[in-house]
């Protein structure tokens, strides 16, 4: 089938190089968001999706709104006859979703309807779940309801941060794309609606939910800062200072600590919460690499009984 592929991050590259591997289909044109301005240079730089394109040689669009003057032109000259959707990034308006013939076809990271929205991998870790997966599914109107052509299931493992679990969906997820569109090429395959039982959202994190509270149980931040592991990161105060803490480990032989003071010693750094203490991984300083949470005390100078907050 022709093919316009519709994506921004690096979750989305598996899922373009599949397609651009498979003999059944053919990339006709890329939507991806605009350049984006990075790092203390203010750099240009194009998403992984629009990098991946240029280097095949493929016709990159990058409009600012889907609903944009001049966009169902392009969309148009392409004449797809489906759009592949992969981490995005902007709303499709109603009035492009039946331009292709087989619509707008969205792989979403969750087992559907479980995790609709923006950051499914974050909540379903957030949450404790023990497994997860990806779904294929049409897009309408509504966000991520529409009806699904087929999932695969992921393990979530329990040292698993959002980025280990993304990296190993967006491989698999890849995979049942392109089943999805051949079988919508053979016409052996149909949309099952979404059930109205089982529905849960997964809104974006913001850096301010990110941030660490000390006060909650060990099981809980252990949770949450695997599941904001690498974006948007989590995060604390220490001297007034704002520093990034990487995955931590919940301990029980330094029990006693109260929730958010340290206790140091020549190998460890571990901090209390509401139950068991945890034990640091690394530790992000403001304007620094992350290090070892050790190394990050010996450079510190920390001593027991500091705060974070």
Not at 111 to 128: D, E, N, T
Request: proline content about 8%; charged content about 20%.
């Amino acid at each position: 089938m022709r093919v316009i592929f519709a994506g921004t991050p690096a979750p989305a590259v598996p899922s373009l190089q599949a397609l651009l591997d498979s003999p059944n289909h053919e990339v006709v044109g890329v939507l991806s968001r605009p350049d984006a301005v990075s790092g203390r240079g203010k750099k240009v730089t194009r998403s992984p999706i629009a990098t991946i394109a240029d280097e095949h040689g493929i016709e990159v669009f990058t409009p600012r709104r889907l609903t944009d003057d001049g966009v169902r032109d392009v969309l148009e000259r392409w004449a797809p006859e489906v759009v592949a959707v992969v981490a995005y990034g902007a709303l499709v308006p109603r009035a492009l979703l039946d331009l292709p013939p087989h619509g707008w076809i969205n792989l979403h990271f969750s087992l559907l309807p479980a995790w609709r929205g923006a950051a499914p991998v974050q909540a379903a870790i957030a949450a404790g779940d023990t497994s997860t997966g990806a779904s294929t599914f049409r897009i309408e109107e509504g966000l991520d309801t529409g009806p699904v052509f087929g999932h695969v299931t992921e393990v979530i493992n329990d040292t698993d941060t959002s980025g280990d679990l993304l990296g190993r969906l967006a491989q698999t997820g890849a995979q049942l794309l392109v089943q999805t569109l051949e079988g919508l090429a053979s016409q052996q395959l149909s949309a099952v609606p979404q059930p109205d039982e089982g529905v849960s959202l997964a809104p974006k994190i913001t850096v301010e939910q990110a941030r660490i509270r000390w006060d909650l149980p060990a099981h809980i931040i252990d949770r949450r800062i695997r599941a904001y592991t690498p974006a948007p990161g989590s995060w604390t105060e220490f001297d007034d200072a704002r520093i990034k803490i990487g995955p931590v480990a919940p301990v029980v032989e330094e029990a006693g600590i109260p929730a958010g003071t340290l206790r140091v010693t020549k190998k460890a750094v571990f901090v209390g919460t509401s139950t068991n203490p945890v034990r640091l991984s690394w530790v992000g300083p403001p304007g620094k690499k992350q290090m070892a949470a050790a190394d990050w005390a010996r450079g510190a100078r920390l001593t027991d009984g500091q705060v974070l907050v």
